[in-house]
């Protein structure tokens, strides 16, 4: 395997993705889920941890290596990942004494496709 290929780890093909909003409302389920994970990434520090996880060098991260870039405690950083991962947006997995994380593609994809513009629309166009 050469260094440019990438190994996407907790990947589930099995999770449908969502239509567009502007092509068919959210079901009750669907919103809740969805609600979930755009909560999760309402905060700063999970935004960025989201950030520094997915941009990581192998597409994976040592909560060691997360704890950093941050003015908050190891503790604080623990509960954030926790959140991530009860949303769906992170995956992660013990190794020894240290937690691995990656970004789970299935769950960017749904919040991708929820928001895409329709095709044509221009940045500033009404309805």
């Not at 993705?17 to 068919?24: A, G």
């Not at 950030?51 to 290596?65: R, T, Y």
Request: proline content about 6%; charged content about 20%.
């Amino acid at each position: 395997m050469s260094n440019s290929e990438l190994i996407v780890l907790g990947q589930d093909d099995t999770v449908p993705c969502c239509s567009p909003m502007v092509r068919e409302p959210l079901g009750d389920e669907a919103a809740v889920d969805l609600a979930r994970m755009f909560k999760a990434l309402s905060d700063p520090v999970r935004l960025r941890l989201l950030s520094l996880i997915a941009s990581h060098e192998g597409g994976e991260a040592c909560v060691c290596d997360l704890t950093g870039p941050f003015d908050v405690s190891q503790p604080t950083i623990s509960h954030h990942l926790k959140v991530l991962r009860e949303a769906g947006l992170v995956g992660s997995e013990r190794r020894g004494t240290w937690v691995y994380y990656w970004v789970l593609p299935a769950a960017l994809a749904r919040l991708s496709a929820l928001l895409q513009a329709p095709a044509g629309a221009t940045a500033g166009e009404a309805g």
